[in-house]
């Protein structure tokens, strides 16, 4: 291999040879290796490159081997036995090849995984375009460092499979967790799986961002599982799919007089009237005209016989008649603008109702304010 093919002089290669001062002989090898990857090698010129960094990689100085590491971790003409070796070197010198070099191959990579040091585990979950199948043994065999790299590696083929046992090792791990639900894509799956362990502020976010299944939404606890259960109702009216929606949810004991409170407060009056219906077992005509048709007492008896609690009558009373009245006027309210509404009536009509039971629909109206607040505020609202 000519000196001036790879244009580094006379001087660079005794240096390199000689020289006892490790920073000189770096730099030699830095020099030496850019301008190696940079030009055209016949064959001739390639083996014998090739050789040359194989006699780098032995060099007892670590800063010569980063040195080398550093250069060519992107190169296609690392050997792929020296790029293995280099690989189990320091983590200064293997870093750099694991997350980078192109000569190694699944196997290699997944060897690498299993062998156990951390480092270079997370090193090869940070890969560009790593394959399912090596993401598949870092979500089974890698420590969580790794698996926490992997999750926040959108280049990843992370297959549905790979999260799944991801969460079963570490589904308790609070920044595994939250870093899966921020990938861009997650199975319905596995979104189901992470609203059950998540934190309630990555809940939302799950619940906001992808489509949360009746059965996991229903197993949410409190205001989370509330707020999907009614983000998908829309989607279950849309579909026809209403009766089976609240058959689903009473199966689940998650039809109760909370999430129809928010559900009236919303304006969802089918939902409401489907929900009573079951509650009460009697068909969901007969429940439309005890609500709407048959006066304050048909409305009474269906209540009680849903086992609603009698506290809450006349918030749902108030509720309907809202409803109704806009629906005479013909006036049409977004969600928002109807929730407003109906905090006013509760405000202004529940003359009855002790504080407890005004924060109670507040919050159930996804509003909470401070109780000197609310009562601040509540003479001061006219009647609707």
Same mark, same amino acid.
């Given at each position: 291999?000519?000196?001036?093919?790879?244009?580094?002089?006379?001087?660079?290669?005794?240096?390199?040879?000689?020289?006892?001062?490790?920073?000189?002989?770096?730099?030699v090898?830095?020099?030496?290796?850019?301008?190696?990857?940079?030009?055209?090698?016949?064959d001739?010129?390639?083996?014998?490159?090739?050789?040359m960094?194989?006699?780098?990689?032995?060099?007892?100085?670590?800063?010569?081997?980063?040195?080398?590491?550093?250069?060519?971790?992107?190169?296609?003409?690392?050997?792929?036995?020296?790029a293995?070796?280099?690989?189990?070197?320091?983590?200064?010198?293997?870093?750099?090849?694991?997350?980078?070099?192109?000569?190694?191959?699944?196997?290699?990579?997944?060897?690498?995984?299993?062998?156990?040091?951390?480092?270079?585990?997370?090193?090869?979950?940070? *890969?560009? @375009?790593?394959? *399912?199948?090596?993401?598949?043994?870092?979500?089974s065999?890698?420590?969580?460092?790794?698996?926490? *790299?992997?999750?926040?590696?959108?280049?990843?083929d992370?297959?549905?499979r790979?999260?799944?046992?991801?969460?079963?090792?570490?589904?308790?791990?609070?920044?595994?967790?939250?870093?899966?639900?921020?990938?861009?894509?997650?199975?319905?799956?596995?979104?189901?799986?992470?609203v059950?362990?998540?934190?309630?502020?990555?809940?939302?976010?799950?619940?906001?961002?992808?489509?949360?299944?009746?059965?996991?939404?229903?197993?949410?606890s409190?205001?989370? *599982?509330?707020?999907?259960?009614?983000?998908?109702?829309?989607?279950?009216?849309?579909?026809?799919?209403?009766?089976?929606?609240?058959?689903t949810?009473n199966?689940?004991?998650?039809?109760n007089?909370?999430?129809?409170?928010?559900?009236?407060?919303?304006?969802?009056m089918t939902?409401?009237?489907?929900?009573?219906?079951?509650l009460?077992?009697?068909?969901?005509?007969?429940?439309?005209?005890?609500?709407h048709?048959?006066?304050?007492l @048909?409305?009474?008896?269906?209540?009680?016989?849903a086992g609603m609690?009698?506290?809450?009558?006349?918030?749902f009373?108030?509720?309907?008649d809202?409803?109704?009245?806009?629906?005479?006027?013909?006036?049409?309210?977004?969600?928002e603008?109807?929730?407003?509404?109906?905090?006013?009536?509760?405000?202004?009509?529940?003359?009855?109702?002790?504080?407890?039971?005004?924060?109670?629909?507040?919050?159930?109206?996804d509003?909470?304010?401070t109780?000197?607040?609310?009562?601040?505020?509540?003479?001061?609202?006219?009647?609707?």
């Amino acid at each position: 291999m000519a000196s001036g093919s790879l244009r580094v002089n006379e001087t660079d290669l005794k240096l390199l040879i000689r020289s006892e001062v490790e920073e000189e002989r770096a730099t030699v090898t830095h020099k030496l290796c850019r301008s190696m990857d940079r030009m055209v090698l016949g064959d001739e010129e390639r083996l014998a490159a090739q050789k040359m960094i194989a006699y780098l990689s032995r060099d007892t100085a670590e800063l010569v081997r980063r040195a080398l590491a550093v250069t060519l971790r992107a190169s296609n003409l690392m050997p792929n036995e020296v790029a293995l070796r280099l690989a189990a070197d320091a983590d200064t010198v293997a870093i750099p090849m694991i997350s980078h070099s192109p000569v190694f191959c699944d196997d290699d990579l997944i060897a690498i995984v299993r062998a156990g040091r951390i480092f270079a585990q997370i090193a090869v979950a940070s *890969r560009q @375009g790593l394959s *399912r199948d090596v993401a598949e043994v870092v979500a089974s065999d890698a420590a969580v460092e790794a698996v926490r *790299r992997l999750a926040a590696n959108d280049n990843a083929d992370f297959s549905e499979r790979a999260m799944a046992i991801a969460v079963d090792r570490f589904g308790h791990d609070e920044e595994t967790v939250t870093t899966l639900a921020n990938r861009h894509i997650l199975p319905p799956s596995i979104v189901d799986r992470l609203v059950l362990v998540a934190t309630e502020q990555v809940k939302q976010h799950l619940i906001s961002r992808h489509k949360v299944s009746v059965d996991a939404a229903v197993r949410l606890s409190d205001f989370a *599982r509330e707020r999907a259960t009614l983000d998908l109702l829309d989607e279950s009216i849309r579909s026809q799919n209403l009766p089976e929606f609240v058959k689903t949810l009473n199966a689940r004991r998650a039809l109760n007089a909370s999430l129809l409170l928010r559900a009236v407060a919303r304006g969802q009056m089918t939902f409401f009237e489907h929900g009573l219906s079951m509650l009460a077992q009697v068909p969901h005509h007969r429940a439309w005209l005890m609500i709407h048709d048959a006066g304050p007492l @048909g409305f009474r008896a269906i209540y009680d016989r849903a086992g609603m609690p009698p506290r809450l009558f006349s918030a749902f009373r108030a509720g309907v008649d809202t409803w109704r009245s806009m629906q005479a006027e013909g006036a049409e309210l977004d969600a928002e603008a109807f929730r407003l509404r109906m905090l006013e009536r509760f405000m202004t009509q529940m003359h009855t109702l002790g504080r407890d039971d005004l924060d109670y629909l507040m919050e159930r109206l996804d509003m909470v304010p401070t109780r000197d607040h609310a009562y601040a505020a509540r003479p001061r609202i006219a009647v609707a």
